[in-house]
């Protein structure tokens, strides 16, 4: 018996040290890629990457047209994509909490929320960018649109779905129409879980690059035109990343850097704002 | 009641407006909106059909040229324009499976690590920490496998696998060749870093919704932490893990970044994992802007219809494995 005991408590240690062993595995990554990123993006960093333009190889430059086209591509997707989603998080939640088309809805809504996202871009360029004859910012932001519309259907839905019915109730029993009732007290309650999603959303596309490749493309010069050719950081991050140039691949890790940054920050605030919502 | 409504400014309120008719116009919005949210549930619907006929559109040139012969065909020569998909098939199920070779059991063991032995006040920052390596984007993962990771498996691991593999014979075909860092091996580890949050977030919200009774009772016995674990809350969240699992594997298929940097984008099939291969991801992102003409255009199109078809298909299974769960749970 003692020995048995004994062997079953070796193998729990075993076991449990392996897990731990896992677990140091699995930080020792995300340590890792942010010490690499931290030591070759500080190095690059100054004042002149978000001042300066894009160079040709074997000059000095920045990365200011990428960093203002990112931000237009995001800013105008998330415009697209935010009431599109809102609304049909509603739906879901309001209107027809049982019905078969929000089930359809919802599943096939979890499909497009994980589907790749390059076949997004091969359907933007498909639907726009063929007909159009040419690249273009719009063509990007569509892009980037369709993969925000998924992220902000879940997350309305899901908070929605938390605000209590006693709280519809009482505004129905005071004659308020449904409409009013679902923008004046669902959305408010509901308000903090609502700008999550909208963050995760922004975290998720300022980083994507596949449905840009062939929607927005790269541009080397300052463009306002959103109906020719908008750079963005992540596509410049690859072209200059796989190119010989030092300086090119120098100014790839910066501009990853600001990246990471951006998208880290974005997503521990979306986390911040669930927590001291469940809190109070 | 309604004249709150109307003090909000949803309606005009004016001397001469009826009650009646302000009545009728706060009617006719709730019909509008309504009929908006529902429209927009369906555009929802419209994308996804969208996407797949679009695609279907678009790979038609290619599908009737080459038939059936494009799925089995390791042909990818733009100059002939003779293109066949069964290369970059194979690549994106070899490096997806050496992805969950390793992130399974890694993700399933830092769940259990979270679930059962961890100290309560470490449990948060943790699970925080894990899944801060899914926010990362792709592309960053890419440009350091490029130029961290690929390096140091070329002068780590690679010559490592040659010397200890060279000699066995079915073994050494697999790590056969000279280690050039980059390659399928190093895409495949790449995804395993990357679909590990994945694993590990679902495993752990399905391990943390066993009921605690059946653990305690297992501990009652006399049941070691692992026993339990084993015995007990695994075959209870089985269909959940499974379904992370799949999850995670969709993930794997269709990533594209991180993998067009380091799998070295070669169009042939290699029995050796140290050789650069190529993916269907990686094919399209790499060519696509540059490939002249419509069959050409058309097949790597026709390629972007194989890889949404699959994982298409491993999607729809994981949420149908995760439904049933959350059904069980709720």
Not at chain 1, 191 to 207: C, D, E, H, P
């Amino acid at each position: 018996m003692a020995t048995l005991y004994a062997a079953r408590r070796r193998k729990n240690s075993a076991t449990m040290v392996l897990s731990l062993a896992a677990t140091a595995f699995g930080l020792g990554w995300l340590v890792l890629i942010l010490g690499v990123l931290l030591y070759e993006g500080f190095s690059g960093l100054s004042l002149a990457v978000f001042t300066e333009m894009t160079p040709p190889p074997g000059s000095t430059g920045g990365l200011l047209n990428a960093i203002m086209g990112s931000l237009v591509l995001t800013a105008l997707a998330v415009l697209i994509g935010t009431p599109i989603g809102i609304l049909a998080g509603t739906y879901m939640a309001e209107y027809g909490r049982h019905d078969r088309l929000t089930s359809v809805v919802r599943f096939i809504n979890d499909i497009l929320l994980s589907a790749p996202s390059i076949v997004i871009g091969l359907f933007i360029y498909e639907v726009m960018v063929y007909p159009m004859g040419h690249f273009s910012g719009w063509a990007g932001s569509v892009a980037l649109a369709v993969i925000v519309i998924p992220v902000v259907v879940r997350t309305t839905e899901d908070m929605l779905t938390l605000v209590p019915d006693t709280l519809r109730e009482a505004a129905a029993s005071i004659g308020l129409p449904r409409s009013l009732m679902i923008i004046r007290i669902a959305y408010r309650a509901a308000k903090a879980g609502m700008v999550t999603g909208v963050l995760l959303a922004v975290a998720r596309i300022s980083g994507e690059t596949a449905p840009l490749l062939f929607t927005a493309l790269n541009n080397q010069f300052w463009s306002s035109n959103l109906n020719a050719p908008v750079a963005s950081l992540p596509v410049v991050i690859f072209q200059f990343a796989l190119s010989p140039y030092k300086d090119w691949q120098a100014l790839a890790w910066t501009g990853a850097l600001i990246i990471t940054m951006a998208v880290l920050a974005l997503s521990i605030t979306a986390r911040a704002l669930t927590t001291t919502r469940k809190q109070s | 009641m309604v004249d709150l409504a109307l003090q909000g400014g949803a309606v005009r309120a004016s001397e001469a407006v009826s009650r009646s008719q302000a009545l009728a116009r706060l009617r006719i919005g709730d019909v509008a909106f309504r009929h908006l949210t529902r429209a927009a549930a369906v555009t929802v619907l419209l994308i996804l059909s969208g996407v797949i006929l679009s695609l279907i559109v678009g790979s038609l040139p290619a599908l009737r040229q080459f038939g059936f012969g494009f799925l089995v065909s390791e042909r990818w020569n733009p100059v002939t324009e003779n293109f066949g998909a069964i290369a970059p098939i194979y690549g994106t199920i070899v490096t997806s499976f050496i992805a969950m070779l390793i992130a399974v059991p890694v993700g399933l063991m830092i769940a259990m690590f979270l679930t059962e032995l961890c100290p309560q006040w470490l449990r948060r920052p943790i699970g925080t920490a894990i899944e801060l390596l899914a926010g990362i984007p792709s592309i960053i993962y890419g440009i350091w496998g490029l130029f961290v990771f690929a390096p140091f498996l070329q002068d780590t691991l690679q010559p490592f696998l040659i010397a200890v593999f060279g000699e066995i014979p079915v073994l050494s075909s697999l790590f056969a060749g000279p280690p050039y860092g980059i390659g399928t091996l190093t895409a495949g580890l790449i995804l395993a870093i990357m679909v590990l949050p994945f694993i590990t977030s679902i495993s752990r919200d399905v391990f943390d919704a066993v009921p605690p009774v059946l653990k305690e009772a297992a501990y009652g016995l006399g049941c070691t932490t692992w026993e339990v674990v084993r015995y007990v809350v695994l075959p209870y969240a089985r269909v959940g893990v499974i379904g992370g699992v799949m999850l995670g594997l969709g993930r794997a298929l269709g990533e594209t970044m991180a993998v067009t940097f380091v799998i070295g984008n070669a169009h042939k099939i290699s029995a050796s994992v140290l050789a650069p291969g190529t993916t269907i991801s990686a094919t399209i992102a790499n060519e696509f802007t540059e490939a002249v003409g419509d069959l050409y255009t058309s097949s790597l199109i026709a390629l972007g219809l194989i890889l949404f078809v699959i994982t298409f298909i491993v999607l729809a299974a994981a949420r149908y494995l995760l439904s049933r769960i959350n059904k069980r749970i709720g």
